[in-house]
């Protein structure tokens, strides 16, 4: 196991889907860790099996409290700042919440950061993109936005302004900060509650339940496994020189909706049938989905040498494994 360049870290959402991986990895690798979590979409039961750690602090607290994080700030070398509102279904019920928490937590997060000279990870979307419809999305193109009143833009505009921060304070006063837009990123610990395609899926398989795929099942997605995108999280911020820059992590194995239930059905030996939902039943009226998304990895190899190595067969497997043990049924 590679060392970490930082003795100490502070995460925000770390009792989170992904937060509850990079904790872990961290401790893994000898850093003491504080966790920072509110508890909105993260839960104890993904970090239960840490709480013994000797080297990890819990916090139950908002990444929105100054006071939290003025006391913290300081008493770490790196911010990871993962707190955020998840899932377009999220997005499409809790819309004022969503745009308020992502937008206020970056910028308390970010001037505790500036504040006290600590360097920060920020975890932003490939939503960012938008429309954009040249794959691979490059970090550098044009994102195409679609129109205000559509609420799903809602996370797509609040993430875009984290990044236009972040990036505003390295540009003002060179605060070393570290962004990452995640692609679909699954595995072990995502919860179907907010809408998330492969937990979905395999809970619908393990239950007998049928798969629902929206719209024609034609949409693209490449997904990444969470223990890939932690290993990304855990290598960027030892660059020093990828400060003040964008970075794409995800996967380029694509996959289109309906392929991707076929194999879930597949690989849990499930009799569900597939059944197609118009979209508009599935989020309501005037949805936009995007037909495909791919990462272009360029930048993430020549800064930090990574490139995802699971493949989606068994990252399915890894979900399967997890959910299975989760819901005993
Ligand atoms: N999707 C689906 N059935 C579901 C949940 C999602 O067909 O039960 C589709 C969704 O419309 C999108 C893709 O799967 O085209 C990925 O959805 P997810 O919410 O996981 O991530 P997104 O790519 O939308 O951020």
Redesign the pocket.
Same mark, same amino acid.
């Given at each position: 196991m590679s060392k970490f360049s930082y003795g100490s870290v502070l995460v925000t959402g770390g009792a989170g889907f992904i937060g509850s991986h990079l904790t872990e990895a961290l401790l893994a690798r000898d850093c003491r860790v504080t966790l920072l979590d509110d508890l909105s979409t993260g839960s104890w039961r993904n970090i239960a099996h840490l709480h013994d750690h000797k080297n990890l602090r819990v916090l139950k607290a908002s990444a929105l409290e100054p006071d939290v994080l003025d006391r913290e700030v300081p008493a770490h070398d790196l911010v990871y700042h993962l707190a955020s509102a998840v $899932? +377009?279904?999220l997005i499409i019920d809790q819309p004022v919440k969503t745009v308020e928490t992502i937008f206020r937590a970056a910028e308390t997060v970010l001037s505790a950061c500036s504040r006290y000279r600590r360097p920060v990870l920020l975890t932003s %979307? %490939?939503?960012v993109y938008g429309k954009l419809k040249e794959v691979p999305f490059r970090e550098d193109a044009d994102v195409v936005m679609g129109p205000t009143e559509k609420r799903r833009w809602a996370y797509a505009c609040a993430k875009a302004l984290d990044e236009f921060l972040a990036l505003a304070h390295f540009h003002e006063t060179r605060l070393p900060v570290f962004i990452v837009r995640l692609f679909?990123t699954v595995g072990p610990r995502q919860v179907s509650q907010y $809408? =998330? +395609?492969?937990p979905?899926?395999v809970e619908?398989a393990l239950e007998g339940r049928p798969?629902? +795929? *929206?719209?024609d $099942?034609t949409?693209q997605?490449c997904f990444c496994s969470v223990f890939d995108a932690v290993d990304a999280l855990i290598r960027l911020p030892q660059q020093a020189h990828a400060a003040g820059q964008v970075v794409n992590v995800g996967s380029q194995e694509e996959t289109s909706?309906l392929d991707? #239930?076929k194999r879930v059905i597949k690989l849990t030996g499930s009799k569900s049938e597939i059944r197609l +939902?118009p *979209?508009e039943q #599935? *989020?309501g009226p005037g949805f936009d989905? =995007?037909a495909r998304?791919v990462p272009d990895l360029t930048r993430a190899r020549d800064l930090m040498g990574w490139t995802p190595q699971r493949g989606l067969d068994e990252i399915i497997r890894d979900v399967i494994a997890d959910l299975r043990t989760r819901t005993p049924r």
């Open positions: $899932g +377009v279904k %979307s %490939s939503e679909n $809408g =998330m +395609v492969l979905n899926f619908q798969l629902t +795929v *929206y719209g $099942g949409q997605r909706i991707l #239930a +939902v *979209y #599935a *989020y989905d =995007m998304r």
